[in-house]
């Protein structure tokens, strides 16, 4: 296979992998505390577009960035508020949020901006840069393998690996510190973390406060990594694939990750595909391909949704007994 192809289909997966794994991660914190996390889509597309107003009205990428977590995790305590305070439903409080974000964002943006909807682009000093570009050209000198490792994997921006690097680090803080052990714990039985003397409620906020940040990272990386503005429904149902992923993955952060790989080699592919002619059937329709991506999202949920085991207090309201 062509070297060129290979280090671009490597950097294409990495790139429209990472907002998928920042919303698997979040949607893994808050999962595995019992709290199921349908608005990951709205959380990401509400904070995309306070990092694009932000970026654009004020100029700086650390309020834009903090602007989205604000946001996100805003919208992670409104969904707490009405299941874990008021123990709602909580897949109507995640549909509910999908909805809001779908529609404050657009009227907001036209009420401020007058654009349809969008934000004006953020300026190259908003937007996020490679981290090691200097490191990335050196590596392009060297044989066989220069150009994958240089564009491949090394010129990326820190977001990228930040998600990356999140995947070990969650992975040891679910299964190796005692928080993780509760947290884990109080998605599959509250009772006895409530009986051990620990807040089922104060866990279970922590976790959703951590996913609005992780959710706010995967919006900011929308506007400030992949495109120079807000654009309306720019998430375009990567929360949800976020969550399949998840579900895919068994709750597990590592095997999440996979899955998110996978789903963004499949929109890598698609995108190579446009405009490819196959043998015997003329050029690929570009919807087809653009439907890829979640016609195996949907394979895959149809798969394994049955043999994935969630954790047993997952959607399930814990009222403390007196």
């Not at 657009?106 to 682009?121: D, I, M, N, S, Y």
């Not at 890829?292 to 207090?313: D, E, Q």
Request: one cysteine or more; aromatic letters at 8%; hydrophobic letters at 55%.
């Amino acid at each position: 296979m062509d070297e060129a192809l290979i280090s671009a289909m490597l950097a294409s997966t990495l790139r429209v992998s990472t907002p998928l794994i920042f919303c698997a991660l979040a949607g893994l914190l808050s999962e595995r505390s019992g709290v199921v996390d349908i608005g990951l889509e709205g959380k990401m597309l509400l904070s995309a577009f306070a990092a694009g107003a932000c970026g654009a009205a004020y100029g700086s990428m650390p309020l834009a960035i903090l602007a989205a977590m604000g946001v996100a995790v805003a919208l992670s305590w409104v969904h707490g508020l009405a299941c874990v305070s008021h123990k709602g439903d909580q897949v109507v409080s995640g549909v509910a949020i999908n909805i809001i974000a779908a529609g404050l964002s657009a009227v907001l943006g036209t009420a401020w901006f007058h654009q349809g909807g969008q934000t004006p682009p953020v300026s190259d000093a908003v937007r996020i840069q490679a981290l090691w570009p200097g490191l990335a050209e050196a590596a392009r000198g060297l044989p066989l393998v220069g150009q994958v490792l240089g564009d491949g994997l090394l010129g990326h921006n820190a977001l990228v690996y930040l998600a990356l690097l999140l995947v070990p680090v969650l992975w040891w803080g679910l299964f190796r510190t005692r928080f993780g052990l509760r947290l884990r714990a109080v998605g599959e039985n509250p009772q006895m973390v409530d009986a051990a003397g620990v807040s089922v409620m104060r866990l279970r906020y922590t976790a959703l406060t951590l996913n609005g940040i992780l959710c706010g990272l995967a919006g900011s990386y929308l506007v400030l990594a992949q495109s120079a503005s807000f654009s309306q429904n720019m998430s375009a149902g990567r929360g949800f694939m976020a969550l399949a992923a998840l579900i895919f993955g068994r709750w597990h952060p590592v095997k999440a990750l996979w899955a998110c790989l996978l789903f963004g080699f499949l929109d890598a592919a698609a995108i190579r595909l446009q405009g490819v002619h196959l043998p015997g059937m003329g050029e690929v329709p570009v919807q087809a391909i653009q439907a890829l991506p979640y016609l195996m999202t949907v394979v895959l949920l149809a798969g394994f949704i049955g043999k994935s085991i969630p954790p047993k207090a997952l959607g399930i309201p814990y009222s403390k007994e007196r």
